[in-house]
């Protein structure tokens, strides 16, 4: 209301100002973030290793980090990157 009063005279008065957030509370930083995609890489590099998001949370744990990003938060991440590998489809049997 005290923009509308303060600016009535321009008709374009609820355009003129945004009222998007500054920062969002809930963004992964990007020094987190990166942390996040080296591990998975030095995961990765290991043939024989696993390099699921728990597997990240592990390495991240080893290097240090504190605290260890949720699950669903690493996944995000390497999601966003485009280094998600779909899932091999399981057999099925034959429906006789």
Request: positive net charge.
């Amino acid at each position: 209301m005290a923009r509308h009063d303060e600016e009535s005279s321009d008709e374009g008065w609820a355009k003129s100002r945004s009222t998007a957030p500054h920062t969002s509370p809930s963004r992964t930083p990007d020094e987190l973030r990166l942390l996040i995609l080296d591990a998975r890489s030095r995961l990765t590099a290991n043939p024989r290793a696993q390099y699921g998001a728990l597997a990240v949370a592990w390495q991240l744990r080893r290097m240090g980090v504190d605290p260890v990003p949720e699950r669903w938060t690493i996944e995000r991440t390497i999601s966003a990157a485009g280094l998600a590998r779909p899932r091999r489809a399981t057999p099925r049997a034959p429906p006789w």
